[in-house]
């Protein structure tokens, strides 16, 4: 059973440029959230995502952050007119269920540079 | 939710066990204790959980205070490969978002 799959791994944008961040969760799995670790600083969570709906985005940025898990493929992650700050490592995880009791598989992560 | 407190390091020596406190005074009733690890340049990665009573698994154990209010997860023989940072969590029940906010964790150093 193959684990949580992101890609690129590693991903370099001039600002201004969109970013577009992949990633596959786990067979069975159809609860995503995404998380993002600035350097030098702690893993801060961004949203949550089930098939076809955001449940929680109480972490993500106002303006240019989107993200969405369609019925089919893989959730995405983007950020349009990307600036030096985003430069950090985003995480995907996937769960089997939700609730305070199921644990979250992480990716390998993507980490972005903004030249 | 309920805010963990955690040494920012520890030191351990290979082969020894290791026993990584967290501090969650103010945890309630419908929170689950969860330890989630981050190896350097790696995603975090699932170590244990639990409730009330005390978890074994292939990884871990937890021992969890009887009032709650702190826990400990050990590592019964730490290797090498254990050198990660360890982040203490609490989820509530009542979080149907099942986000995990991670504090500064523990820094776990294993010397040869």
């Known amino acids: 059973n193959a684990g949580v799959m992101q890609n690129p791994r590693h991903l370099v944008r001039r600002r201004g440029q969109e970013a577009r961040l992949r990633c596959s969760p786990m067979?069975?799995?159809?609860?995503v959230y995404w998380y993002r670790q600035l350097p030098e600083e702690g893993l801060k969570f961004m949203v949550y995502?089930?098939?076809?709906?955001?449940?929680?985005e109480s972490g993500m940025p106002k303006e240019r952050f989107s993200a969405e898990f369609p019925k089919e493929g893989p959730s995405i992650l983007r950020i349009q007119q990307v600036v030096r700050g985003d430069s950090a490592a985003y995480f995907c995880?996937?769960?089997?269920?939700?609730?305070?009791?199921?644990?979250?598989?992480f990716g390998p992560g993507t980490r972005l540079t903004v030249t | 939710d309920a805010k963990t407190t955690q040494p920012n390091s520890m030191e351990s020596n290979e082969e020894e066990p290791v026993h990584l406190p967290c501090n969650h005074s103010t945890i309630s009733g419908t929170d689950y204790i969860h330890w989630y690890r981050q190896l350097p340049s790696q995603g975090p990665e699932y170590v244990i959980h639990g409730l009330t009573s005390n978890v074994n698994n292939r990884m871990a154990s937890l021992a969890i205070a009887e009032d709650r209010k702190s826990s400990t997860l050990i590592l019964h023989r730490a290797t090498l490969r254990d050198a990660a940072v360890y982040y203490c969590?609490?989820?509530?029940?009542?979080?149907?978002?099942?986000?995990?906010?991670f504090g500064q964790g523990t820094e776990l150093s294993v010397k040869p």
């Open positions: 995880a996937s769960s089997p269920l939700v609730g305070a009791g199921g644990e979250q598989y």
């Open positions: 067979k069975g799995h159809s609860h």
């Open positions: 969590i609490l989820r509530d029940l009542g979080n149907q978002g099942g986000k995990l906010i």
């Open positions: 995502l089930q098939k076809e709906n955001i449940i929680d």
